[in-house]
């Protein structure tokens, strides 16, 4: 028996069956673009803990600030005793997120939390209670954010009644709504939106530049600035959900600057703390500012280690520059990808900008969702040591998210893997 499976035996009666693991290998280090587990398999990593490790695992600096903060201090809460680091965070999120205007921060744990408050802010702005979210939407786990999710499984299964006020347009999809424009698709959401809600309703529109769990799903070029447009219009506070996107994932800081977007309001987590959970909302200050003293918080929101953590993760990607890297993962994935879908049946779309990409996997012929297919696929990648994830509303999307400092041969060692799993009978 391994390691792994002496743990597996523990977990079993020691952890709920809720929480599921992706493999079943058990972790003992990691660095950069590799991990090993506690047999002494290594493990080259295309999922980045689900993008969050962008700057590498145990990345250096992070694991260097880390150290040093946690002997200074480990605790002691910003509402209560106030640090700089804190401040530090919330003036990185200002300076680099879209907007020239002037911004507020606030600081939270998880991407849910962020969420959360983003909502719970452009409701108190605006007066109003509406929520606007879109097809294939994730925003999180928690019960708000459940409701703003679209997928019923694994996410929201038997977990209601969930929150009101929460309504649902149709995305722009390209693969799967007969290729309409994304001015057309703004057009028919837009529709939704005014004849199901009615814009002196929407408190806000909330949506992922590029949709993560549900797919990798890159609207259309002219559907985001024509709902920010809409948003605009209307008085409701336009949400960028740049938690898996953000942070040098897609070639820009933000995913939002590729349509040159300035949302009123982003929120951030994942990549932003180089491994330690951060979150934050920032945007504008009219919006943000609108929420009296005290309105917002949490304990542990912007902890003083996981501050220290993001203040080092930004450092790195600047330092490294890995906006650019990010920009040759996608120019050496999507090419290669291309070539694979070209040999392979099943490949529907090929898909991503930077270092988020992803395959949708059909059935031969026509655009069926092919679930087994990735799972197949990512069982094979898996078997041959390479750590990838899927997603997608269909399940059916393979799913591409190394950390943005691997190495041009360990990323086409990775791609071989890929080619060689997709082109499995
Ligand atoms: N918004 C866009 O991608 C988290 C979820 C994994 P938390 N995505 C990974 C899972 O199955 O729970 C995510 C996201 C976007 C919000 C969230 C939520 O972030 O930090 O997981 O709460």
Request: with cysteine.
């Amino acid at each position: 028996m391994t390691s792994s499976d002496e743990l597996h035996k523990r977990r079993a009666s020691a952890v709920a069956r809720g929480v599921s693991s992706v493999i079943s290998s058990y972790v003992d280090t990691a660095a950069g673009a590799g991990i090993r587990d506690v047999d002494g398999n290594t493990w080259l990593d295309f999922a980045s803990g689900i993008a969050v490790t962008s700057v590498g695992n145990a990345a250096p600096r992070v694991v260097a600030a880390v150290q040093q903060q946690a002997e200074r201090f480990t605790h002691t809460c910003f509402m209560v005793a106030p640090y700089e680091s804190y401040v530090a965070v919330c003036e990185q999120l200002i300076e680099l997120t879209p907007g020239a205007f002037e911004k507020r921060a606030a600081l939270f744990n998880s991407g849910a939390e962020a969420v959360e408050n983003a909502v719970k802010i452009a409701r108190h702005a605006t007066g109003r209670p509406a929520v606007v979210v879109f097809d294939h939407a994730y925003h999180g786990r928690t019960n708000l954010t459940m409701a703003l999710t679209a997928k019923v499984m694994p996410y929201k299964h038997r977990m209601g009644p969930f929150a009101p006020e929460v309504y649902r347009a149709p995305m722009s999809y390209p693969l799967r709504d007969g290729g309409r424009s994304g001015p057309e698709a703004a057009r028919t959401a837009i529709d939704v939106i005014e004849k199901q809600v009615g814009g002196p309703n929407v408190a806000a529109v909330l949506i992922e530049p590029i949709q993560g769990e549900g797919g990798f799903v890159e609207p259309a070029p002219g559907f985001l600035p024509a709902l920010a447009a809409w948003a605009r219009d209307n008085g409701a506070v336009f949400i960028a959900d740049e938690i898996q996107t953000g942070f040098c994932r897609t070639g820009d800081w933000f995913a939002s600057e590729h349509e040159n977007l300035e949302p009123d309001l982003v929120t951030t987590a994942k990549g932003m703390g180089g491994g330690l959970p951060i979150a934050g909302v920032v945007g504008r200050a009219e919006i943000m500012d609108a929420v009296h003293a005290g309105g917002l918080g949490g304990t542990y929101g912007g902890n003083p280690i996981a501050c220290a953590a993001a203040l080092a993760a930004v450092e790195t990607m600047r330092e490294l520059d890995l906006t650019t890297a990010a920009r040759r993962i996608g120019d050496a994935m999507l090419p290669r990808l291309r070539e694979i879908a070209d040999k392979a049946d099943g490949i529907g779309d090929v898909r991503g900008r930077g270092a988020m990409i992803a395959v949708e996997l059909v059935r031969p012929g026509g655009i069926d969702p092919d679930p087994p297919a990735a799972a197949a696929a990512a069982k094979a990648c898996h078997e041959a040591g390479l750590l990838v994830l899927t997603c997608g509303t269909y399940g059916n999307v393979l799913r591409f998210l190394p950390p943005l400092v691997i190495s041009d041969p360990d990323l086409a060692r990775g791609l071989d893997i890929v080619e060689r799993a997709l082109l499995l009978p």
